[in-house]
């Protein structure tokens, strides 16, 4: 990574602590764990077991790192950076470690750390940049709540939240490779689950990959598997034009072999012809691995908008909503107010016409009973006003009305913005913090 790149990673980072700043103030939806990102650029492998991600690893490599087989070997995230001996870390070593930048892997609780490990290896083919392969993923889907969260039954499956960790790797990943395989073209519930939830958004870094396409022995199974495929895609990613599908296979050599199977023999078979054009696929998918290093720039500027345009969305909203109760408030402090000098102007001219004393305290306090009823009367209404505000169909109502051009000209990029920000609102904003906050700067939002 030359200097040029590294300066533009450095103005990013600061500029994402200047954003935290107002994003504390405002209790926006940034993560304070979202501002550094890892040590190094990183590809990011997911995919049913038997895959073939630990293959690739070993392929990408040059080395053998990963054990391979048919059966699933592994069930940790394992990150594989490049390094001058050959060091194993656990977990709990090396996510407290802050310089790494997995640190925030810690609020998934102690089942993940304990599941995940690091791997130094010297005199590897990767250039500046790392690897993380994952548990093949398996058959049981995830159950989630009425809320959108996680289901316990799911998280218990693992032990973990799997779907939500696959997120947080996603979204710092500057490539995303999703295996599927000849006997699971995507058939998988928890592959489908973790396309539908955990990589949404993050189309510009993925990369879906039908691997082992040697294996097929006549042209009808692969396009069998291939429209299989392709009919599961279509079913959680929800438009006409499927994304690319690289059908790339392996060097025999990288096959796991298991007990009567044998590599695929080219001569005779259908697909044998193809062969060729597998490979050429294959050295596809190894270029946009090795750019990983140039996509992390690229990739930390996307990351820095979209955190601005999320927080701006927020901010919009939120100071909306503020400065409506403040207006409210204001307006009783005046009502109050009047009060009591129309109380006070009463006394004074009965004092002032020598009115007698018991009409002078009657005065007093009628005007003291009044004043009093009007405030609890208005604190009343501000509490409900409040509490009225941060309701999902006034919010719902605000965004409408700040955004109503962007949403008569079907702008979808303001409305999935919108559909992250609006769940924040709804459970991270109460009443009371309505009721607190003070409508922002105007120069906050500007320089948003």
Known sequence: MNSEAKAIIEECLRLRTSVQTLNDKSKGPLDKSTQKNTILPFVFLLGNHSSGKSSFVNYISGRKIQTAGVAPTDDTFTVITPGPSDVDRDGPAFIGDPDMGFSGLRSFGPQLIHHTQLKVRSSLDLDNFMIVDTPGMIDSPMVRDHFGGTDRRAVMDRGYDFEGVCRWYAERADVILLFFDPD???????????????????????????????????????????????????????????????????????????????????????????????????????????????????????????????????????????????????????????????????????????????????????????????????????????????????????????????????DEHILALWSRVREHIKFGISANDISNMKPKDSGDISRL
């Open 184 to 410: 699971k073209p995507g058939t998988t519930g928890e592959t489908l689950q973790v396309l539908t939830n955990s990589l949404v958004g993050l189309d510009h870094k993925l990369h879906i990959v039908l691997n082992k396409a040697d294996q097929f022995r006549k042209i009808h199974d692969f396009a069998r598997a291939y429209g299989s495929l392709c009919w599961n895609l279509s079913k959680v990613i929800q438009r006409k034009d499927l994304p690319r599908i690289y059908t790339m296979c392996l060097p025999p050599s990288y096959h796991p072999v298991s007990s009567g199977d044998q590599s695929p023999d080219h001569e005779g078979q259908s697909l044998g012809r193809g062969i060729i054009d597998l490979e050429a696929m294959r050295e596809e998918v190894v270029k946009e691995v090795r750019n990983a290093p140039k996509r992390r720039v690229d990739n930390e500027i996307s990351r820095l908008s979209d955190s601005v345009s999320i927080l701006k969305l927020h901010c919009d909203i939120i100071d909306d909503i503020t400065k409506k109760y403040k207006k409210e408030v204001w307006k009783s402090r005046i009502i109050n107010l009047s009060s009591v000098l129309v109380s006070t102007g009463l006394c004074s001219g009965a004092f002032y016409m020598d009115a007698q004393l018991q009409i002078i305290s009657g005065i007093s306090i009628s005007g003291a009973l009044v004043t009093g009823i009007l405030i609890w009367w208005q604190s009343s209404s501000l509490r409900d006003m409040s509490s009225q505000l941060v309701r999902p169909e006034y919010l719902e109502n605000t965004f409408r009305k700040l955004y109503h051009r962007q949403i008569s000209d079907k």
